[in-house]
């Protein structure tokens, strides 16, 4: 069935969160890799009447990393999760999660629920005395599996 298009906003970026076991780990920047694909298989072959043609099919499901940016704190959440990463800790760490949009009014419009996540990759601020610019920090998820329930 057809969507009207004059029915319905566009949701903007400007409010979201990230939450990972339930828990809001507050407003992020930036996110993306909230994305799925397929590696495409290429099957070559001749038909009867002597035509070579490739047929693609679909082949291994893979997910997007998620990658992540927020202004430095002073707490450091991300980086004793990533340690503990670091530390050999991979069985106790892996943490189910949530993209969360809001629209103006605080009410969710859009959740990608990804699974079994863990920091691959962090990294710190990059420093620069002349500048006044926000500390920002980064965090890459790698996970099993994600879907947009909302």
């Known amino acids: 069935m057809p969507v009207d298009p004059t029915k319905q906003d566009v949701i903007t970026t400007f ?6 076991d339930g828990l809001d780990w507050g407003f992020f920047r930036e996110c993306s890799g ?6 495409v298989v290429e099957v070559k072959a001749t038909s009867a009447k002597g035509i070579d043609f490739v047929r693609k099919t679909p082949g291994r499901l893979k997910w997007g990393d998620i990658a992540l940016k ?12 990533r340690k503990a990463i670091e530390d ?7 943490k189910n999660g949530s993209v969360v949009m809001y629209d103006y009014a605080g009410a969710e419009v859009a959740r990608w629920n990804f ?32 879907d947009r329930i909302k």
Do not use: C, F
């Open 15 to 20: 409010q979201w969160v990230i939450e990972i």
């Open 70 to 81: 927020r202004g430095l704190t002073t707490g450091d959440d991300m980086w004793k999760w």
């Open 88 to 94: 050999g800790g991979i069985a106790s760490q892996r």
């Open 34 to 39: 909230l994305s799925s694909e397929h590696e």
């Open 115 to 146: 699974k079994n996540a863990w920091p691959s990759k962090y990294g710190g601020p990059s420093l620069n005395v002349g500048s006044s610019e926000a500390a920002v920090e980064e965090l890459t998820l790698v996970h099993e599996g994600i």
